[in-house]
DNA sequence: CAGTATCCCCTACGATACTG
DNA sequence: CAGTATCGTAGGGGATACTG
C-alpha cells in the first residue's frame, strides 16, 4: 500500500484536525497551556461556539487536553497533548510551506482569473 | 512573525488545497498525468461534479494544469504543476501522521466516548 | 469564567439529468 | 469523453442570549 495514497480513514482524521479552526488554535496552544477566553483573545474572529467546538474535537481526537484546574472558580486550561506535539511536524511543514508558496499562488490565481475574463470577453 | 502562526492568507491558501477531496487527486496525479474519467476510477466516491470543481480549484491555484491532448476527441490531461509538486513535501506529511497515528486517535476516541457514556448514565 | 442553547443562513456536497 | 445544469439536503459556522 503506497503511502502516497490516502485511505478513508485517514482523510477522517485529517478533516478532524484540519477544519477551519483548528491550524489556529493548535499554533497557539503550541506556544503553551492556554484557558479557554485566553483562546479567543488569541483568536479574536473565532465565535465561542467555534472555539467550544473545535476544543472539543481536538480533545476527543487526543490532540489536545483539557484540565480543569479549580472546580469552584471555573478555570479550565486547554494543552497539547503527547499524540497533539506529533502533529507538530506535518502543521510546520503546511504553514511553512503556504507561506513560501503564497506568492506563486497569488500569481496562479490572478492569471486563471485573467483568462477567465478574456474568454468571458470573447464570447459574450 | 513566528512560523507557528498562521496568517489569514495562509489559511486561505491551505482551505483551498485541503478541501474534502484535493488530498486524494493530488495523491493520484503525483503518480503521473491523468485523464479526467480515470481520476474518477482511482478516486471512486467521488461525483463527476465534486470532481470537476475540485480540479478547478487546484488549477486556479496553480498545483494542477489542465492540457487539452485532442479537440476533436474531448481528450484531456491533467497533471501536476511545479508549484503542484512542492506540495508533495507537507501532504507527504500530513499522510505520513495520519496513517502513523490512526491507532492513537481511535484510542483517544473511543476513551473520550466511552467517559461520555458514562457521564450520561450516571446523570439521566 | 467557561461554556450551552437557539435560531438561522449559507454553501459544500450529493444525486440526477443533460450536452458538445 | 469531459464536462455543465439543476435541485435538494445536512451540517458547519455566525449572532445572540442564557447559565452554573
Redesign the interface.
Known amino acids: 500500500m503506497p503511502?502516497?495514497?490516502?485511505?478513508g480513514?485517514?482523510?477522517d482524521?485529517?478533516?478532524?484536525v484540519?477544519d477551519?479552526w483548528s491550524?489556529?488554535i493548535l499554533?497557539v496552544l503550541?506556544?503553551g497551556p492556554h484557558r479557554f477566553n485566553e483562546l479567543r483573545r488569541e483568536v479574536p474572529e473565532i465565535t465561542q461556539k467555534s472555539l467550544a467546538q473545535t476544543l472539543k474535537r481536538l480533545?476527543?481526537?487526543?490532540?489536545v487536553e483539557r484540565i480543569v484546574l479549580d472546580t469552584r472558580h471555573f478555570a479550565v486550561e486547554y494543552r497539547m497533548t503527547a499524540?497533539g506535539r506529533?502533529?507538530e511536524?506535518?502543521r510546520?511543514?503546511?504553514?511553512?510551506?503556504?507561506?513560501?508558496?503564497?506568492e506563486?499562488?497569488n500569481?496562479?490565481?490572478a492569471s486563471?482569473?485573467a483568462d477567465d475574463d478574456a474568454r468571458a470577453a470573447a464570447s459574450p
Open positions: 503511502d502516497a495514497c490516502l485511505l480513514d485517514q482523510r482524521l485529517i478533516d478532524q484540519l477551519k491550524l489556529s499554533a503550541l506556544r480533545e476527543r481526537n487526543g490532540i499524540l506529533s502533529f511536524a506535518p510546520q511543514a503546511l504553514a511553512q510551506w503556504a507561506s513560501d508558496h503564497l506563486d499562488v500569481k496562479a490565481r486563471y482569473d
